[in-house]
């Protein structure tokens, strides 16, 4: 069996999604901004990460935040990347 690196993986599992952008879409996608309530609730994750003070509970949704933040990241490169959907606007 071959060994795939995850970020390959990971940009296999996104393609598809990815392909299902419209430009309008790949703008709505562009234009999304984290809640101010959950950027305050990152912010004190964050804040206790870095002091050491995380529950396992904690950081466990810390880590969900992190990787919902990556996937949209993600996703909007793809988009970016797409000629036919031309970034931003």
Known sequence: MSHVQPDSVLDLMLDPPSRCLDAASARRLFGLSIDPVVQARVDVLAERANEGLLTPE???????????????????????RDPGLNGPS
Do not use: F, P, Q
């Open 58 to 80: 904690e950081r466990a949704e810390y880590e969900a935040y992190i990787n919902v933040d990556d996937l949209i990241s993600i996703l909007k490169l793809k988009a970016m």
